[in-house]
């Protein structure tokens, strides 16, 4: 069996790039498929983001706007079956729970399955509006499959003068905890992946500092491993307890992964007894018996070895791709289970989109809504009044209420051709009525783009030219506004800085964290993030603007 953890940064983003949500699951080849950071609303599941054939698929996503923030977050577990129903294979889960709790409601308005005796615990020291508050995020998605529970998490990122949300990731881990605690007190096994934004040792990080070592998260990391006395067996550094730069995760503005300058926040645990009939003797539990493997997929990475050299000179390709690599575990001798069905979680039974899988009778009524649109279209096209467009829209408007359908409404179709209408209509007056309107609708103002390309025009004649010689005043504007925007320009270039490092134009950004700086133009070294040792690397120059960006 292959588990995959995989940060998306955006599930439609990936899916884009791949070109399916099938393609993109199959080239993994695995039975399991962890997403974090999936970046969509519950009411944006549709079965071109949720639904493959061969897979079953459990999503979390933010059903909060706290920070005004809508839409981040958000994990999704595919499980690769030959059967939905009535199925022995161990990826098919026999119970599935958003969140940590079993507090939130899922698609059909009910509580979650596999509410635990352990929220009954959690709810004695935490309060209850705090645990929704967890799972709110779309954070977690526990899938029970029979011979493991597998926690697909994604980690809160705190930053340290953010006492808030320190503390919410302090919480999210408390719980986590708890949860695992009572599992393992019952004898199930765990595995446990995604994004847990920890990079636990120096070996994990690229910029450890003097504080790395005695930070909360990372000593919390480390207290739960094996080595520690905990439960959990780290899998990747079980396997590569040596291998250094095997980092995760990069930066995605600074262009680190050109010199693989990054972090492990990806990860992979495991805790319990293995699945032998002498599971007790010594030696013997899930990670000595049933792991053969765990590794990072870099074939994945956004840039590889032989692209472009990214940021050098503060120029600058786009790299596809999200700002994280997945990682892999392969178990071996997993048994099947007992017979049993997909879970209520699943994506297949949410309404959204189990309500609009096509049937003949919407075809047959989209065909019937089209001929009735180019109807429309065909009548508006004739000089008899008494056909106008109230009339089309609501003919329309009436069929569309007989059956609901997807994709741009009847109403919104006929108005588009409507508006195309018009526009042909425009096409046909004479050239010089079309331009005064054009002019009206403009007033005195000429766009920059507009104004250079007749500059770059105006050394040849032509009909434009006869016909803007008689507006003298718009003509003297267009040259003051090329000539104002050239001088702009080179102004803007001599206050560039050159970095101390690499005597190169330096790139200017914007702070966009909120206080006393928010808004304020800086330079920096254009150059890709790297280590200090690396003279190819951005040499770290920094240097304030005179002014915040827009004054």
């Not at 393609?23 to 639904?51: H, M, P, Y």
Request: hydrophobic residues 30%; glycine residues 6%.
């Amino acid at each position: 069996m292959k588990i995959v953890t995989y940060n998306v940064n955006g599930l439609r983003s990936r899916i884009s790039q791949f070109g399916s949500l099938p393609k993109l699951l199959d080239s993994f080849d695995a039975d399991i498929i962890c997403f974090q950071e999936t970046k969509l609303r519950r009411q944006e599941l549709t079965a071109d983001l949720a639904v493959a054939d061969g897979y079953e698929s459990f999503f979390s996503c933010t059903r909060t706007s706290d920070r005004g923030r809508m839409g981040y977050s958000g994990v999704a577990t595919f499980c690769r079956v030959k059967s939905a129903f009535s199925s022995t294979e161990v990826a098919l889960p026999i119970a599935a729970q958003e969140g940590f709790t079993g507090l939130v409601e899922n698609s059909h308005n009910r509580k979650c399955e596999a509410r635990n005796e352990i929220v009954d615990d959690l709810e004695d020291e935490f309060a209850k509006e705090e645990l929704l508050k967890v799972d709110s995020e779309g954070r977690c998605i526990i899938t029970d499959h029979g011979h493991f529970v597998l926690f697909n998490l994604y980690g809160p990122r705190a930053e340290c003068n953010d006492d808030e949300r320190i503390q919410f990731k302090l919480t999210f881990f408390k719980i986590l905890q708890k949860r695992w605690e009572s599992l393992l007190r019952q004898g199930r096994r765990i595995i446990v992946v995604g994004d847990l934004n920890i990079a636990p040792t120096a070996m994990d990080c690229c910029d450890a500092g003097p504080d790395f070592e005695t930070n909360e998260f990372r000593r919390w990391f480390r207290s739960i491993l094996a080595e520690s006395g905990g439960p959990f067996s780290d899998i990747f550094r079980t396997k590569h307890p040596d291998r250094r730069e095997a980092y995760t995760c990069w930066p995605q503005n600074t262009g680190a992964e050109v010199f693989n300058y990054g972090t492990r926040i990806d990860h992979i645990l495991c805790a319990g007894s293995c699945l032998h009939e002498d599971h007790d003797q010594q030696g013997h539990n899930l990670m000595t018996c049933h792991v053969e493997e765990c590794d990072i997929l870099i074939q994945y990475k956004r840039w590889k070895p032989g692209n472009t050299v990214r940021w050098k000179g503060g120029r600058s390709i786009k790299l596809e791709g999200s700002d994280h690599a997945p990682v892999f575990t392969r178990l071996l001798e997993i048994p099947d289970t007992s017979e049993h069905s997909t879970p209520a979680l699943s994506a297949r039974y949410i309404p959204m989109i189990h309500g609009v899988q096509q049937t003949l009778v919407s075809i047959l009524t989209k065909r019937q809504l089209a001929e009735q649109i180019r109807s429309c279209e065909m009548s508006g096209s004739l000089s008899n009044e008494n056909i106008t467009s109230e009339t089309c829209n609501e003919r329309v408007k009436r069929s569309s209420n007989d059956c609901s359908i997807s994709g741009v409404s009847p109403v919104e179709s006929c108005s588009s051709n409507q508006e195309s209408e018009g526009s042909k209509q425009s096409k046909s007056l004479p050239r010089n009525e079309t331009m005064k309107k054009a002019r009206k609708s403009q007033g005195s103002q000429l766009s920059l783009s507009v104004s250079q390309q007749d500059a770059l025009n105006s050394s040849t004649p032509t009909q434009d030219d006869h016909e803007l010689s008689s507006y003298p005043l718009e003509r003297e504007k267009t040259n003051a506004a090329l000539l104002e925007w050239r001088r702009i320009q080179q102004v803007m270039q001599n206050s560039i800085p050159l970095c101390k490092g690499h005597s190169e134009p330096c790139v200017a950004r914007v702070v966009k964290k909120q206080g006393p700086n928010f808004g304020r133009r800086f330079y920096v070294c254009a150059r890709a993030e790297g280590p200090a040792s690396n003279p190819e690397a951005n040499c770290g120059y920094f240097k304030w603007a005179a002014s915040k960006s827009g004054h």
